[in-house]
């Protein structure tokens, strides 16, 4: 990938994005000989299978998961329940 072709703030959320894969999901491992001033980004996604639809699943595991955490975010509804339900895992 080269950063001259990103239009301008798509470099950033590119690096952004990229910095979850590695920080958070742990699925991206960078490649690059030169950490800074390359263009050139070369890194490997290590996923949870070989198998397509695990990955998938996996991933839409997470995403439900940081939707709904930005939703209590925005809502303020952070911290303890109030349902005597149990929550499903």
Known sequence: MRAERCRQGGFEQIREALNLLKDF???LEYNRIHTQGSDDWHFSLKLWSRDKEKNLKQLRIIVGWVERSETQQATGNV????STQPTPF
């Open 25 to 27: 999901l742990k699925i």
């Open 79 to 82: 911290g303890f329940r109030s």
